[in-house]
């Protein structure tokens, strides 16, 4: 079955970097888009990035654009999210999710966009 295995969380300060890993599994990896989210407690899950089956495109959130990058190995079947300039506001559980096509229509359609994510890794931001 399909298996999204986030890792590379942690504790940053303000202004540091982390690399996010997610090692997937049980599904052909490169025939689909793949997604990154996140949470905060009392909150709903907040849309971070998106990048289609082949790499061709790549979308992100106002509040991440130009400090987080999104990216896949489809060799390796990983897609990463490269967070730099991290802000305290950045603390959430970061989760990696599978799209249910190649490309992402409606990005922050979660219901109808994809159809399976993994449990997250902890990201927090804190001097």
């Known amino acids: 079955q399909v298996q999204l295995v986030e890792s590379g969380g942690g504790l940053a300060q303000p202004g540091g970097s982390l690399r996010l890993s997610c090692t997937a599994s049980g599904f052909t990896f490169g025939d689909y888009a793949m997604a990154w989210a996140r949470q905060t407690p009392g909150k709903g899950l907040e849309w971070v990035a998106g990048i289609y089956a082949d790499g061709s495109d790549i979308y992100y959130a106002d509040s991440v654009r130009g400090r987080f990058t999104i990216s896949r190995d489809n060799v390796k079947q990983v897609v990463y999210l490269e967070m730099n300039s991290l802000k305290p506001e950045d603390t959430a559980k970061y989760y990696c999710?599978?799209?249910?096509?190649?490309?992402?229509?409606?990005?922050?359609?979660?219901?109808?966009?994809?159809?399976?994510w993994g449990r997250g890794t902890q990201v927090t931001v804190s001097s």
């Open positions: 999710g599978k799209g249910k096509h190649r490309i992402l229509v409606f990005t922050t359609d979660f219901r109808n966009t994809y159809d399976a």
